[in-house]
């Protein structure tokens, strides 16, 4: 049990398809991330949620669209994604007190995505 | 941005001590030193973080000199489940800095029967 927990694990999709990844924390957590990882590369931060309020966005393309309903709920919506997106995609929370004190992240295990 | 350095890969036996090094030259003053372990299609784990000296935890230690501008990481007598990826960062005080960290390929230690 990490804390974090993503759905679904596994998903494969067409390029014209729609899905959802889903990411909740159950740690108490008010930061929320979405992080893509691909084979042989480093993690890549792709959004960042602080109080419910995007706080970065790091040049991901369109096609791609996060969601934070509330602190403990992390959405990223998908529609026509390309071969090049398959990937491991992984949602993180962490505490952010902005006091100075620091707070490591808590990640999930993530959602492998195949683009067929 | 305070980039790392650590080496790609290491090998060792189990019961040995294993000292993992990484280099942060550019580390900012309200940087913290964080390791992060990974195994194959599993999100990273927080292992330990510290600013300076030595900090001692039930799996690690991270021993982090004066000038800052290195630490390194020490697993005493590892298991065949440490095989796994480590990554150091630096950075990452609050989620407003934790957005700039920048994750390397980290050291991928192979523990050995």
């Known amino acids: 049990e990490t804390g974090v927990t993503q759905t679904p694990r596994h998903l494969v999709m067409g390029m014209t398809n729609k899905k959802s990844l889903k990411c909740e924390q159950h740690?108490?957590?008010?930061?929320m991330y979405w992080y893509k990882q691909s084979a042989k590369k480093p993690l890549e931060l792709m959004f960042v949620?602080?109080?419910?309020?995007?706080?970065e966005n790091n040049s991901v393309p369109s096609r791609f669209s996060p969601e934070c309903p509330n602190s403990s709920h992390l959405f990223l919506h998908l529609h026509t994604l390309q071969p090049e997106d398959s990937a491991l995609y992984l949602c993180?929370?962490?505490?952010?007190?902005?006091?100075?004190?620091?707070?490591?992240?808590?990640f999930g295990d993530g959602t492998r995505l195949s683009i067929l | 941005l305070a980039k790392t350095t650590q080496p790609i890969s290491m090998d060792s036996y189990e019961g040995q001590e294993v000292n993992i090094t990484c280099s942060h030259n550019?580390?900012?003053?309200?940087?913290?030193i964080t390791w992060y372990q990974q195994f194959p299609s599993q999100g990273p784990r927080f292992i330990i973080q510290g600013y300076k000296t030595k900090v001692t935890n039930e799996v690690a230690s991270l021993f982090i000199p004066a000038d800052r501008k290195s630490s390194t990481l020490s697993l005493p007598r590892v298991s065949l489940s440490d095989t796994a990826v480590y990554y150091c960062l630096v950075g990452g005080d609050n989620a407003g800095n934790n957005r700039k960290l920048i994750w390397g390929l980290g050291t991928s230690l192979a523990v050995n029967p």
């Open positions: 740690l108490g957590h008010n930061a």
């Open positions: 550019n580390i900012a003053t309200n940087d913290y």
């Open positions: 949620y602080s109080l419910e309020e995007r706080v």
């Open positions: 993180a929370s962490s505490q952010d007190r902005g006091t100075g004190a620091a707070q490591p992240q808590h």
